[in-house]
């Protein structure tokens, strides 16, 4: 693995520097499981045609690990370990990203007109295991 690209295990969120490869004819952008990001790829899935208002996420995952890279446009990420710390991160270049291990809460928002929010998980989808009530999820992590 280059020391560019690649991760190891993760203790939490974080911002991703993806691998960009361009010329005169436009860029690529590689993402490839368990090398780019820290697991093997499950489900896709993107997020567009939300305004400025709108909050999506309010969850946490229990078992779900995600990657998520604005490809076009910009949204920023709110994300909260439930113990106190608290992270907004901008999502605004598509060759960045940043990754969320499981049980972590996270709210997207601040979507500009043109956003589409790539979202890459280990899991396939599973309602059981979202967390939606925050005081459920303080609960949770502190025992």
């Known amino acids: 693995m280059d020391d560019n690209r ?3 295990v993760h203790k939490g969120a974080q911002m991703l520097e993806l691998t960009e490869k361009g010329d005169e004819r ?4 590689i993402i490839e499981g368990e090398e ?3 697991f093997k790829i499950a489900r896709i899935f993107y ?3 939300s305004d400025s208002e709108v909050i999506r996420g309010n969850h946490a995952n229990r078992k779900s690990q995600f990657v998520l890279i604005n490809v076009a446009g910009s949204s920023k990420v709110k994300v909260k370990d439930g113990k106190g710390n608290e992270t907004i991160y901008a999502l605004n270049r598509p060759h960045t990203g ?3 291990p499981k049980m972590i809460w996270k709210e997207m928002y601040e979507f500009s007109p043109d956003s589409v929010l790539l979202c890459i998980s280990d899991q396939h989808y599973d309602a ?7 005081d459920e999820f303080l609960k949770i992590v502190n025992g």
């Open 36 to 38: 780019d990001i820290p």
């Open 6 to 8: 690649g991760m190891n």
């Open 98 to 100: 940043i990754y969320l």
């Open 47 to 49: 997020i567009y045609g």
């Open 26 to 29: 436009g860029h690529l952008v």
């Open 128 to 134: 059981e295991e979202y967390i939606r009530d925050y």
